[in-house]
């Protein structure tokens, strides 16, 4: 930058005064800053700032005096040289004036040099003022940052240290947590970005009275999925990835969420994870648009509530996924025409089993049978297909929807007491039923409807399998292997462009194979729409064509 404006100064003074007639001790003056000889520089140039003399050189002779004071830490001299042509129509303006700002910084008057700053019209000198701003300022008081931030928010400089320092600490005012928020939702350009990966997972692990959810008589299908993420995390950081992962109880209870929220750690995530119930969620996703922060579900296929949103995704793929997914599987195999679909009462499960009538009957489908379906009538809704010892069924296959173990279990049973080929499609969650075993059926009728199928066969399965066992002394659960994929594929994803963007990499990759899993696509799309169903043979798991 010094020698170009070296030249950009003799050439101005070309245009005015042949090289010939430019004074020695002028010349001498240029020839010691750029040998860094600043002080005989300064001396040298003295003589030159009497703009009734000199005219226009006296401008250049200012600021080449200012450049050199600043190098031998003399701001007070850098600005008593500059002043006298602020103000000056010249064609270096704003270069002086950013000199003058860094001159004001380092004479410890931010203020003066914040308000110069405000003047540069140039974009480029106006870049490199925020960056001046930043390295200056880092280290400033809260009370300076925050009293002055509405006069100075356009500086992004100014605004990358507030976030800065206010990120560091570890217990924030009032005053502080509306200043960070107000930085960052102001989506101001280049904060300076780690490329470290912030995870923020909210989850409810006790509630309101602090008693853990899971010894109220719920399933502990959160603290499997937590304890994934925890071991993803250890496991990426062994393989030298940089990551940090914060934990945050909401403990069922809105008020605590909205608290959680105004955390510096969540303000500054890169992603978070969490939390599952709706009400909840639909909290985080709301915040999650307004801050720009990628928000991720990581159980959920009700995806509806999410499709006009930019940053809310679900892990797994939505019941529009899961329908297309198993009526492209049937249409493939020509099995027949005729349909049944069995259900239970979840919200999951209904909402497919009516995307599948609609979309089955427009594929030309006829649907036998529609039941909700229970432990108690599971059974009896089968045989009234036919599926029953010494019949033919009266349908070409069956659909049933569910992931309670409790209608599984009647289902296998009267499977290993008939002899039926009849194709029957459940979901992937039965590959984990205890009770089930596969290879001793004589005809090998069961198909799985993928969501988020693991792949337990692969490499990185039995790596992960061993970290796992290794850790908490028990093979790792379907929820405990979701919750390390799902930190497997944030990684994957992760592609920091002045700051973490996922949707640029998942709409570049279209379809990626998973780690633990089969794979994913979310091009275009929030949810990951790779489903297919899979059939077993020989033990291991293919995708039918």
């Known amino acids: 930058m010094r020698k170009t404006l070296l030249l950009l100064s003799l050439f101005f003074v070309l245009g005015n005064v042949s090289a010939q007639n430019l004074p020695e001790n002028y010349t001498k003056a240029k020839s010691a800053l750029s040998t860094q000889d600043y002080w005989s520089s300064i001396n040298l140039f003295k003589e030159f700032l009497d703009e009734s003399k000199f005219g226009n050189l006296s401008y250049y002779a200012a600021f080449h005096t200012a450049e050199a004071a600043l190098k031998v830490n003399q701001p007070a001299l850098a600005i008593e040289s500059l002043r006298p042509i602020y103000g000056k129509a010249w064609d270096q303006s704003d270069e002086m004036i950013y000199l003058l700002a860094v001159?004001?910084?380092?004479?410890?008057?931010?203020?003066?040099?914040?308000?110069?700053?405000?003047?540069?019209?140039?974009?480029?000198?106006?870049?490199?003022?925020?960056?001046?701003?930043?390295?200056?300022?880092?280290?400033?008081?809260?009370?300076?940052?925050?009293?002055?931030?509405?006069?100075?928010?356009?500086?992004?400089?100014?605004?990358?240290?507030?976030?800065?320092?206010?990120?560091?600490?570890?217990?924030?005012?009032?005053?502080?947590?509306?200043?960070?928020?107000?930085?960052?939702?102001?989506?101001?350009?280049?904060?300076?970005?780690?490329?470290?990966?912030?995870?923020?997972?909210?989850?409810?692990?006790?509630?309101?009275?602090?008693?853990?959810?899971?010894?109220l008589g719920a399933t502990d299908f959160m603290w499997e999925l937590y304890q994934g993420i925890e071991a993803g995390v250890k496991q990426l950081k062994s393989q030298g990835a940089q990551i940090n992962l914060n934990t945050f109880d909401s403990k069922r209870d809105l008020n605590q969420l909205n608290v959680i929220l105004k955390d510096p750690a969540v303000l500054a995530a890169d992603v978070i994870i969490g939390p599952i119930y709706p009400d909840e969620s639909e909290q985080v996703s709301s915040f999650a648009e307004a801050q720009k922060i990628p928000f991720i579900h990581p159980l959920s296929n009700l995806g509806e509530r999410f499709e006009q949103t930019e940053f809310s995704y679900l892990f797994r793929p939505s019941v529009a996924s899961l329908s297309k997914g198993v009526v492209s599987s049937i249409k493939s195999q020509n099995w027949g025409k005729s349909v049944a679909i069995g259900f239970s009462g979840s919200a999951?499960?209904?909402?497919?089993?009516?995307?599948?009538?609609?979309?089955?009957?427009?594929?030309?489908?006829?649907?036998?049978?529609?039941?909700?379906?229970?432990?108690?009538?599971?059974?009896?809704?089968?045989?009234?297909?036919?599926?029953?010892?010494?019949?033919?069924?009266?349908?070409?296959?069956?659909?049933?929807?569910?992931?309670?173990?409790?209608?599984?279990?009647?289902?296998?049973?009267?499977?290993?007491?008939?002899?039926?080929?009849?194709?029957?499609?459940?979901?992937?969650?039965?590959?984990?039923?205890?009770?089930?075993?596969?290879?001793?059926?004589?005809?090998?009728?069961?198909?799985?409807?993928?969501?988020?199928?693991?792949?337990?066969?692969?490499?990185?399965?039995?790596?992960?399998?061993?970290l796992f066992y290794d850790t908490y002394l028990v093979n790792p659960s379907l929820n405990v292997i979701l919750g390390a994929e799902l930190v497997n594929w944030i990684s994957a994803n992760a592609l920091f462009v002045n700051d973490y963007d996922l949707r640029i990499s998942l709409d570049q990759k279209g379809y990626h194979p998973g780690k633990l899993t089969w794979g994913f696509n979310f091009q275009n799309t929030n949810n990951n729409t790779y489903s297919p169903v899979f059939k077993l043979e020989s033990g291991e798991l293919i995708p039918l064509r």
Do not use: C, H
């Open 348 to 466: 999951r499960d209904e909402r497919m089993a009516q995307l599948l009538q609609e979309e089955l009957t427009q594929a030309g489908f006829r649907i036998a049978k529609s039941q909700k379906v229970d432990p108690k009538s599971v059974a009896s809704f089968l045989q009234g297909l036919g599926v029953r010892r010494g019949n033919n069924p009266d349908v070409n296959q069956v659909i049933l929807l569910t992931d309670d173990p409790a209608i599984a279990q009647p289902v296998f049973a009267l499977m290993e007491s008939i002899s039926t080929s009849v194709p029957l499609l459940v979901m992937d969650s039965w590959l984990g039923f205890n009770f089930a075993n596969y290879e001793m059926l004589e005809f090998p009728n069961f198909y799985f409807i993928s969501n988020n199928t693991p792949k337990f066969e692969s490499e990185e399965m039995t790596q992960f399998r061993k």
């Open 103 to 215: 001159a004001y910084f380092q004479n410890s008057q931010p203020l003066e040099g914040l308000r110069m700053i405000k003047q540069i019209k140039n974009e480029a000198i106006l870049a490199k003022s925020y960056k001046a701003t930043f390295e200056f300022l880092k280290g400033s008081t809260p009370n300076f940052l925050i009293t002055n931030l509405e006069e100075f928010k356009t500086n992004e400089g100014y605004t990358a240290a507030l976030a800065k320092m206010l990120e560091e600490k570890t217990v924030m005012s009032a005053s502080e947590r509306m200043a960070l928020n107000q930085v960052l939702k102001s989506g101001v350009k280049g904060l300076p970005k780690d490329e470290i990966l912030d995870l923020v997972v909210i989850l409810p692990f006790t509630n309101g009275s602090g008693q853990a959810i899971s010894s």
